[in-house]
T-cell receptor, first 111, second 117 residues
């Protein structure tokens, strides 16, 4: 069964620190992987898309990496800010129509 | 910046009633999706839609559910006879590229919170 896992479920970090969020998936035959941000009670904001042929993508303070052979992706956030507090979701397209989501990591940046 | 819009933001209904959730995808997108998220659980795929047809659906998407693109801009999800377990946040998404393409980015709306009493 194709599954996406995110550990830890929650993470608290002091403001200004760099941090890494983890995502693992069970099948290396993926089309792409997307990282989303979800604020409480809100929709999903796409942060980064990594295609299966790519190793990493960068947007501002965010950097996402992909290692298909080990079934892992990381989202690196540099110089964290209180506004980065949210739930971060990893979602994978395994080669069919749908995105398969992880359960997310709830990130709290402590001022 | 173009965005996916969903209405209403919150829908309260009685068990057994029909509800229609509405979405306006990004204008040049051709692929449309519905997902749902039960409180505290993962976001789950319901259905994808292209060229006026369902292209894939999950086991959740049973005969109580239907989707329609009634005109050139709206995309709707209908639940025929709501159950308590249908209470969830429902997200609409759209993409420009085919889901089978590596560049496919799905853009999500803010969601409709459905509460079935």
């Amino acid at each position: 069964k194709q599954e996406v896992t995110q550990i830890p479920a929650a993470l608290s970090v002091p403001e200004g620190e760099n941090l890494v969020l983890n995502c693992s998936f069970t099948d290396s035959a993926i089309y792409n992987l997307q990282w989303f941000r979800q604020d409480p009670g809100k929709g999903l904001t796409s942060l980064l898309l990594i295609q299966s042929s790519q190793r990493e993508q960068t947007s501002g303070r965010l950097n996402a990496s992909l290692d298909k052979s080990s079934g892992r992706s990381t989202l690196y956030i540099a110089a964290s800010q209180p506004g980065d507090s949210a739930t971060y979701l990893c979602a994978v397209t395994f080669g069919n129509e749908k995105l398969t989501f992880g359960t997310g990591t709830r990130l709290t940046i402590i001022p | 910046e173009p965005e996916v819009t969903q209405t209403p933001s919150h829908q309260v209904t009685q068990m057994g009633q029909e509800v229609i959730l509405r979405c306006v995808p990004i204008s040049n997108h051709l692929y449309f999706y519905w997902y749902r998220q039960i409180l505290g659980q993962k976001v789950e795929f319901l259905v994808s839609f292209y060229n006026n047809e369902i292209s894939e659906k999950s086991e959740i998407f049973d005969d109580q559910f239907s989707v329609e693109r009634p005109d050139g801009s709206n995309f709707t999800l209908k639940i025929r006879s709501t159950k308590l377990e249908d209470s969830a946040m429902y997200f609409c998404a759209s993409s420009e590229e085919s889901p089978g393409r590596a560049k496919n980015i799905q853009y999500f709306g803010a969601g409709t919170r459905l509460s079935v009493l």
